[in-house]
């Protein structure tokens, strides 16, 4: 009888190599983790993570004893531009996605994807850039310095708006036709039928995208670094410069040494905690969202 | 209606029962917490074309699938009871299932030709199979394409995708790829339901020519196609939640005087 | 009437957001497109920028991401495939696929400070062209993944039993016949990569560094296009007409990249809905 498996059967080698490389592949995040924390680990142990809030501002030291590590000002200055991004592009970006699907003749929807596409894969050094020649030197002629929350929330809103457009735009596409021609046989009008209708079935997709385009946001780190000014501060308007978290570590990366490197580190991991975060409710978002239209 | 038709083998097949190809023992299959197919007692006789009829849903495929263990490859697909082959159960655990199906050959009911050259369908399994030298390999090719009746068709275009072949080109090439490992056993799932029906005209013809060399079991939904081919005859129903076994034996048999009201039923098409 | 105000409010939307787009090619297109010419592509970077053309760094650029993709493709591919024949129901697949979701959202200045931590630091590759490379090659692994994912599911499974029925080894059924199959959604995934992989800067801000000069090995800091457009738009004075330029090098260079990758899906996509 022939029975299987002698010891160098290729097919075994091939599984375990190929569920090894899985297995790297799934232990990066979880490397990157450790690493971050590694690096961190001194300046962890001798302030605490309390310290991070408490402290009277951002004067990092090459000792923790000298230094002040607050990173409140770099958390309020990433959640203002992120937030101001958002405001900014989330009802444009899901009035494009209507426009594709429900208003422009369709070859022009086609091409508005296409450039949604395109603009979506512009590097975000050429926004920063952008920002920085353009929007800046306008913004600075109306309210000086020009530099500021409102054109890091620009330049950041035009970065984010493919990607909630088009995440918006597939789970429009999504919506079963049955559902429309249902709503279209009621005799509802064109616009009743999107908005009534196609966004509230389409609601899990479009707000997963706005997740993603705020993870995204946050975690963006040269567009911000160009147009924001970069000043430590808790910003009174949004005229006024601020500095993020990840701009923060892109300036100081470049002469910090002992506590002041470990410390950027540290902000390194608070930055991917708040993002994984974000990303796991998108997901769980995206999920329920499954689940609702597989029974629906 | 009593058919008129004569049956074609069944003087052969009455006066000595032929050696068993296979055998199952209350084989059943599960999908998950459904049955499909229970209680199944399939006799195939060595050599010759069984026929397993019945209508849609009553396991006629699952069944099939079972015999060379390729319910492995579908998730949650359970298969219980015993298959018996040469003597030994292939649903063993350590029965090897690749060489099981080297033996055990399998035609679908949609042709599907790996979306590769035709020569390449061919070549794959043989070089897959230890074949090293090429001359055998091409020699074992033209053969088998012979046989099928593909070769005068191809034999100047080998390197064309299969998939521009027509259906039934491309049910007949499928057809050479299993023969071309030159299994004992050969299973087809209603080789000609998606063809033309001059494309499966000439699909059952080849079938027929098969009959002697190989053990073929063949699903088929056509009664006319399972009187004019059948050896042996093995015909499923569904009864209450799951598909059975109501009758086998000579085909001619079974279609002169069906044993069973639902056989007789069946044949003469007054259900389904 | 309801009708209207929709269309209307839509149409100015998309005006919008075209306004923006068209805003900011135009700019870079009208102040890049004059100084670009072949030798500005061949010359090596003079006066920190601001003279000479953008030959090294042309050369840093390719070489990242040659070092990028050998690394990436490998492990993607293989990870890859685990996933395409992963029962969902299976903890293993599930857990490669969340912490592959979550990875693909981690910031890339983070993925720079892991690469300064591991490559430069624990493995004494410094500022480098191959610290860099590898470096992107964890950045771009998810993206990678799952557009091959999404190939590789796009092979029948039809295919797959056929081959199965044939008794035919996994190995060789993998590469002879699935992978030329999904060639196709590779092919994607490979040009998403590189995409994604050209755009980056501040995940090689402190991997592979700022030298402008033409590099002899991988061992060598590089200069990659959009680490110059950043160094020429921040730091250097009067650095901004040379920015322009670089900055439309890199568009076009993307744009032709990323519609490669569009037009490719989607001719997958339309070949699985009509096979030929
Ligand atoms: N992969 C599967 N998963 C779940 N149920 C299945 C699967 N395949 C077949 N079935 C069910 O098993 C029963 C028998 O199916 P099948 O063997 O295909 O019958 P036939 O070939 O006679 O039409 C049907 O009720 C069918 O719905
Ligand atoms: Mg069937």
Sequence with gaps: MPASASRLDPDRLLTGGLRLCAAFSAALLILVVIFLLLQAGPVLDAIGPWRLFADDGWFPADTAAAGQFSIVALLAGSGAVAFGATVLAAPLAIASAVFCRFVAPPRIGQLFRRMLEVLAGVPSVVF????????????????????????????????????????????????????????AALGLSRWRTALQVALPAARGGVVTGIILGVARAIGETMAVLMVCGNVVQVPASVFEPVRTLTANIALEMAYAYGDHRSALFLTGLVLTLLVIALVLVAELGRGANARRTAHG | MKSTVTPIRSVVAESAPPA????????????????????????????QITAIIGPSGCGKTSVLSSLNRLTDLIPGARVSGQILIDG?????????????????????????????????????????????????RAGRIEAVLRRVGLWDEVAQRLDMPAQQLSGGQQQRLCIARALVLEPDILLMDEPCSALDPIASGVVEGLIEELRGDYTVVVVTHNLQQARRIADHLAVFWTSGDAGCLVEQGPAGAIFDSPKQAITAAYLDGRCC | MGDRLLAGVCWLAAGIVAGGFAWL?????????????????LMPVADAGRAGGIGPV??????????CLSVSLPLGLATAIVLSEADDERWFGRLVRRSLDVLAGVPSIVFGLFGYAVFGLALGLGFSILSGGLTLACMVLPILIRSIEQGLRAVPIDIRHAAA???????????????????????????????????????????????????????????????????????????????????????????????????????LLSSRINPA
């Design chain 3, 165 to 267: 029925a044939l008794g035919m080894q996994r190995w060789r059924t993998l590469v002879a016949v699935l992978l030329p199959a999904a060639a196709p959604g590779v092919l994607v995934g490979v040009v998403l990569g590189i995409g994604r992989a050209a755009a980056e800067t501040a995940a090689l801000l402190f991997t592979s560094g700022y030298v402008a000069r033409m590099p002899d090995s991988l061992l060598d800091s590089g200069r990659s296009l959009s680490v110059h457009i950043f160094d020429l738009a921040l730091n250097v004075a009067g650095g901004e007409p040379r920015a322009y330029a670089a900055a439309l090098v890199l568009i076009v260079a993307l744009a032709v990249v990323n519609l490669t990758a569009i037009s490719l899906s989607e001719r």
């Design chain 2, 88 to 136: 030994a159960d292939v649903l063993w655990p350590a029965y090897d299932p690749v060489a099981l199906r080297r033996r055990v050959g399998k035609v679908f009911q949609k042709p599907n030709p790996f979306p590769l050259s035709i020569a390449r369908n061919l070549d794959l399994p043989l070089r897959d199979q230890g074949v090293r030298n090429a001359d055998e």
């Design chain 3, 58 to 67: 042309i050369v840093s650029t390719s070489l990242i991401l040659v070092v």
């Design chain 2, 20 to 47: 068993l190809a296979i055998q199952t023992k209350d084989l059943a299959v599960h999908y998950g917490a459904l049955c499909a197919v229970r209680g199944v007692s399939l006799q195939v006789p060595q050599q």
């Design chain 1, 128 to 183: 920063g850039f952008w920002g920085l020649v353009v929007l800046v030197p306008l913004i600075n002629r109306w309210q000086p310095p020009g530099a500021s929350v409102l054109a890091g929330a620009l330049v950041l809103g035009l970065m984010i708006l493919p990607t909630i457009a088009l995440l918006a735009d597939s789970a429009l596409r999504s919506v079963p036709r049955a559902t429309l021609s249902a709503a």
């Design chain 3, 25 to 41: 090619l135009g700019d870079i297109v009208m102040n890049g497109l004059g100084q670009i010419n072949l030798m500005y592509l």
